[in-house]
Nanobody, 123 residues
């Protein structure tokens, strides 16, 4: 059974940095495209970033491009999201997700989800 557990969220001031992690209990972790989504109160869940099976390709939403970096360590079954130059509008619950085929920006395309971790950026 696939389980994803996020960690590392918290409170940070605007302009600051924060890193979140997602540990996956997937025997074949390197066979899954991994992604981060986020959901702010009253808003739909939105795509943030995704990374290919071996980490060679990454994809970002325009709103975070140049500020966020997604990475993965297949030896540790973990995917990371480094967030720099944070803005109050980045405040949301951040979720990691996994799927076995190529990346998608649609949340319904992912079959496995973590429970989420709260990121709050104060102004």
């Amino acid at each position: 059974q696939v389980q994803l557990v996020e960690s590392g969220g918290g409170l940070v001031q605007a302009g600051g940095s924060l890193s979140v992690s997602c540990a996956a209990s997937i025997p074949t972790f390197s066979s899954y495209t991994m992604a981060w989504f986020r959901q702010a109160p009253g808003k739909d869940r939105e795509f943030v970033a995704a990374i290919s099976l071996n980490g060679g390709s990454t994809y970002y939403a325009d709103s975070v491009k140049g500020r966020f970096t997604i990475s993965r360590d297949n030896t540790k079954n973990t995917v990371y999201l480094q967030m720099n130059s944070l803005k109050p509008e980045d405040t949301a619950v951040y979720y990691c997700a996994a799927r076995r085929t190529s990346y998608s920006t649609y949340s319904f395309a992912y079959g496995y989800w973590g429970q989420g971790t709260q990121v709050t950026v104060s102004s």
